[in-house]
């Protein structure tokens, strides 16, 4: 395996937000960074915005609930020798109601929220974390909700609350994987102020 001049990151869902700024500050301490996101024009203008401040970022389009642009990115990442240190699960919607509880939310939010928000981490693990693993070294992170957690679950959201359980259960399973060290679970402030209903 080629030796590579700079750690490299990977980071989902990351023309707005708080993946934007994820790639900024990991680019800003010396990194590559691989941009990613659903809307290739939208991607392509936050790294043109990233690069103008002198920072080292790539673009590459993924659509996280696509396993065929998940395993299209992988063999990319393999062939130009751009295996990630760091991948950052941050691709997420939240297009539940908060005034919507379990009982009351249509069937088809959970599977579109749990496809994005889970499997689409879920694909993305699979497909990379075997690379990081081939090098002998990968930190895994994932963008989780306070929303999520058990000991504090209310009513509302359900699907968001689900995805984000969930979510939190698939980063103790990749605690466990040799090679993979010390996955992590970010969980975001604020959510509601940011907007919604869109896939990053």
Aim: glycine share 8%; hydrophobic share 40%; with cysteine.
């Amino acid at each position: 395996m080629a030796i590579k001049e700079k750690r490299v990151a990977l980071v989902t869902g990351a023309n707005r937000g708080i993946g934007f700024e994820i790639v900024r500050q990991l680019a800003r301490n010396g990194m590559r960074v691989i941009l990613t996101s659903r809307d290739e024009k939208k991607g392509l203008r936050a790294q043109r915005a990233l690069e103008k401040q002198g920072l080292d970022v790539v673009y590459r389009k993924l659509d996280v609930t696509s396993r065929a642009s998940v395993r299209a990115l992988a063999a990319y990442l393999a062939k130009q020798h751009l295996i990630p240190d760091v991948l950052v699960n941050n691709a997420g919607i939240m297009i539940d109601s908060f005034s919507t509880g379990v009982l009351e939310e249509r069937e088809d939010v959970f599977h579109t929220t749990l496809d994005t928000n889970v499997f689409g981490a879920l694909r993305v693990c699979q497909a990379v974390v075997p690379l990081m693993q081939q090098q002998g070294y990968g930190r895994v992170v994932n963008l989780s909700s306070g929303l999520g957690q058990l000991h504090d679950m209310g009513d509302g959201s359900a699907a968001y609350r689900m995805s984000k359980t969930a979510l939190n259960a698939l980063t103790r399973g990749v605690t466990f994987l040799r090679h993979v060290m010390h996955p992590n679970r970010v969980v975001r402030g604020n959510e509601f102020a940011e907007a919604r209903p869109d896939r990053r």
